[in-house]
């Protein structure tokens, strides 16, 4: 069993930055795949950022892509997302999520573990 939780959410003005973080536990944090999610109000949850299980590659939605960069602390266990030119609408709830496939996923249905998630508010 793989537990995550978010940390680092915020109140932010558009143009900031924010810097979430995800703590995993369990000793094979390096057999998984990482990836962030998040869903808006009203809207489906959407990926945004997901790291294989070995760091070699990444995936960034278009949406996110040369603002947020996802990376990998083995040592401590955790997963970041650093959130750079914040806009209103990155406004959303943001899910860490761990998956068991070895090469990069986008898709939520294969993701094994999800965190509660950490509230983004990007005012403008």
């Known amino acids: 069993q793989v537990q995550l939780v978010e940390s680092g959410g915020g109140l932010v003005q558009a143009g900031g930055s924010l810097r979430l973080s995800c703590a995993t536990s369990?000793?094979?944090?390096?057999?998984?795949?990482m990836g962030w999610f998040r869903q808006a109000p009203g809207k489906e949850r959407e990926v945004v950022a997901a790291?294989?299980?070995?760091?070699?590659?990444?995936y960034y939605a278009d949406s996110v892509k040369g603002r947020f960069t996802i990376s990998r602390d083995s040592g401590q266990n955790t997963v970041s997302l650093q959130m750079n030119s914040l806009k209103p609408e990155d406004t959303a709830l943001y899910y860490c999520?761990?998956?068991?496939?070895?090469?990069?996923?986008?898709?939520?249905?294969?993701?094994?573990?999800w965190g509660q998630g950490t509230q983004v508010t990007v005012s403008s």
């Open positions: 999520a761990a998956t068991l496939r070895r090469s990069i996923t986008t898709l939520q249905s294969q993701y094994n573990y």
């Open positions: 369990g000793r094979t944090f390096r057999n998984y795949g």
């Open positions: 790291i294989n299980w070995n760091d070699d590659n990444t």
